[in-house]
């Protein structure tokens, strides 16, 4: 989120909508922002309907329970509401291929 942050000039620049979305309260997710200097607005998904029509359910196992909850993911979906380009796990905490996406989108290439 912070790396989202630091480029959002260049993704607002580009005529695009910096959101993020977790399965945390949006109480929890007004403390992240302000804790990390979060400006974007930062949605809740506390139902997980969105983890689920974007296919990133993941399981996770604490000790003896499981848990379902959200893998990463960066989308940047087009007017058109398209995906124009995806990033998951790992790959979905740097943001240049999405800015760099924007920024052609911008340029009209």
């Known amino acids: 989120m912070k790396a989202f942050q630091a480029n959002l000039a260049k993704l607002e620049g580009s005529d695009t909508q ?8 949006p109480f ?13 607005p930062l949605l809740g ?3 997980a309907k969105a983890i689920k029509a974007y296919g990133l359910e993941k399981e ?3 000790k003896d329970a499981t848990m379902v909850s959200a ?14 380009e995806e990033q998951v796990d790992n790959a979905a905490v740097d943001p240049t291929k999405i800015v760099d996406a924007c920024q052609l989108k911008k340029a009209g290439t």
Request: proline residues 0%.
């Open 45 to 47: 998904d506390m139902d």
């Open 60 to 62: 996770y196992h604490i």
């Open 18 to 25: 910096v959101l993020g979305v977790s399965v945390d309260s």
């Open 28 to 40: 929890a997710n007004h403390a992240f922002a302000q804790q990390n200097g979060i400006a974007f």
């Open 71 to 84: 893998r990463r993911a960066t989308f940047l979906i087009g007017k058109d509401g398209r995906v124009i």
